[in-house]
């Protein structure tokens, strides 16, 4: 479908979000909980939709990462359920004023906590994103204009129908939430230019649409969700416990923005850990990108029959890549200040972290390594809204503005001053 307009469908959705930002926290609530009930009455349906959308995608050519990242089966449309419902118990984030104080005139004034207003938000293949930010948005008295991929396009209908439906029967405007209903990638440039209608862009998707959305849109854009992502095994690693977080953050889902993209080894060290963590994550279906060291170090290993396929030589590019796959680089170095230097390098900035049991190098890395989320002993897997108890998340901000990380319910969030005088004049 591309004879619509969307001027008139951000319009809409402005002037529906007028009409939300006034609803009662209690409301926004049942909201989400007649939400959650749709999608697990509706699952069939929608996974039938999804079904035809992974098909056309497959005869297309779509890489298996994306045809994974599309999936939306039973199971998952449960788990996404159970996602918006966890939203239910958070606290209203509308409803936080701080701040406060009383000038020396008499003046009292705090600072309220209000929706950004209308968002933009762009994304590719996970129709999931529909609900999470639609969800999101409800909660936090947020409007959202989605525009998702063409290869979800069945799922995103199917999904956000079940908002439409919601909205309605809880008599709130089914425009809070609207889903651009083409693929026309011209619809993109389009939603860019209307700075009067929507507030913010959020793009979840590569390099090129962040630089492309920076570029055209006339209004604020924050950008994220590109992971290359570190952990660094120190000398003074628990060295038997490494390898099962190495194996989580890579193996347990590596289509995804937090998962491991590169493990730098401290050189002391390499020798005992190295081969165990090749041969472990191997036998789950991993490739090796290794530098020079790392090859020479696992000349045991390559040589095993079974094995030696699954190692290349680390290129220019290795490490400057986000694999969402099962591949992993392999570095060796001479210490901290090395594995920093390297992260400095390399880093998208999203997720990286130190594996060691002293707790001054674990504090040095934390304060030195300026990504999103930092970790010491832990899966890069976690920077996720709902495993850090924001209950969702619209997108993982790689900036350092407003907000970064996770951006959950107080992230869409802005605030206003308020002043009150008893008919104060100023001198």
């Not at 926004?28 to 939400?35: D, F, G, T």
């Not at 697990?40 to 992974?54: E, G, K, Q, Y």
Request: charged content about 20%; some cysteine.
């Amino acid at each position: 479908m591309t004879d619509f307009n969307l001027n008139a469908l951000a319009s809409a959705t402005r002037t529906a979000w007028k009409t939300l930002k006034r609803s009662s926290h209690a409301q926004r609530n049942a909201v989400l909980a007649a939400i959650a009930d749709t999608l697990i009455a509706r699952s069939a349906a929608i996974a039938t939709a999804n079904a035809d959308d992974l098909a056309t995608s497959a005869a297309a050519g779509l890489d298996s990462a994306m045809l994974d990242r599309l999936r939306l089966d039973a199971p998952r449309i449960s788990a996404l359920a159970d996602d918006v419902r966890a939203l239910i118990d958070l606290p209203d984030p509308l409803a936080v004023c701080f701040d406060q104080r009383v000038l020396a005139n008499g003046l009292m004034r705090h600072r309220r906590r209000v929706p950004i207003g209308v968002l933009g938000v762009i994304y590719e293949s996970r129709p999931n994103v529909s609900i999470d930010v639609a969800a999101l948005a409800i909660k936090s008295g947020n409007a959202a204009v989605l525009r998702g991929g063409k290869e979800s396009l069945r799922s995103n209908l199917a999904l956000v129908a079940c908002v439409h439906d919601v909205l309605r029967a809880a008599g709130l405007p089914a425009d809070c939430i609207s889903l651009i209903p083409s693929s026309d990638r011209r619809h993109v440039l389009e939603l860019l230019t209307l700075d009067a209608s929507v507030d913010l862009i959020i793009p979840r998707g590569g390099a090129a649409l962040h630089a492309f959305c920076r570029e055209h849109a006339r209004m604020p854009v924050i950008t994220g969700g590109i992971g290359i992502c570190h952990l660094y095994i120190d000398e003074h690693a628990d060295l038997a416990r490494v390898v099962p977080v190495i194996g989580n953050a890579k193996v347990q889902r590596p289509t995804v923005c937090n998962a491991l993209d590169t493990v730098l080894v401290q050189r002391s060290v390499a020798a005992q850990v190295v081969p165990d963590i090749v041969r472990t994550l191997a036998a789950a279906g991993v490739f090796f990108r290794v530098d020079p060291e790392a090859f020479a170090l696992l000349a045991g290993v390559i040589a095993e029959t079974d094995l030696r396929a699954r190692f290349t030589a680390a290129g220019p590019e290795d490490f400057d890549t986000e694999w969402l796959s099962l591949v992993l680089g392999i570095k060796i170095v001479g210490d901290l200040d090395d594995a920093i230097a390297h992260i400095d390098a390399h880093s998208s900035g999203h997720s990286d972290g130190i594996l060691t049991d002293d707790r001054e190098r674990a504090r040095d890395f934390l304060e030195r390594v300026d990504s999103a989320a930092v970790y010491w002993n832990a899966s890069t897997r976690f920077t996720d809204g709902g495993q850090l108890g924001l209950g969702a998340e619209v997108a993982v901000s790689t900036q350092r503005i407003h907000a970064r990380g996770p951006m959950g319910l107080e992230e869409l969030t802005s605030y206003k001053w308020v002043i009150e005088g008893a008919y104060h004049t100023r001198r």
